[in-house]
């Protein structure tokens, strides 16, 4: 997510909450800063997990895939970091 981006849900929530709205489900704000955090928790996992010992064995990042996520802020699809070996869970 962009700076743009973060700026612009940021501000739809501070007008849905101002006016009363609810920040939750399909319309909410809080999905998709929910979303963007998970994804960048999850790079920070797979840095962790790809340490100087797992490359040394040949094992590297090999894209994403996508899972779809149910919560109570509403469902949306996650890119989720793989690696070669498949370790990375």
Do not use: C, W, Y
């Not at 996508?66 to 890119?79: A, D, V, Y």
């Amino acid at each position: 997510m962009t700076n743009t981006e973060q700026q612009e849900l940021e501000k739809k929530a501070l007008e849905q909450f101002m006016s009363g709205k609810s920040l939750f489900g399909k319309d909410g704000a809080f999905a998709p800063m929910l979303k963007s955090f998970i994804e960048k928790a999850l790079e920070a996992e797979m840095d962790s997990h790809l340490s100087d010992s797992e490359r040394s064995k040949g094992n590297k990042r090999n894209g994403k895939s996508r899972k779809t996520i149910k919560s109570n802020e509403g469902t949306f699809e996650l890119e989720v970091p793989t690696d070669r070996q498949s370790s990375f869970e």
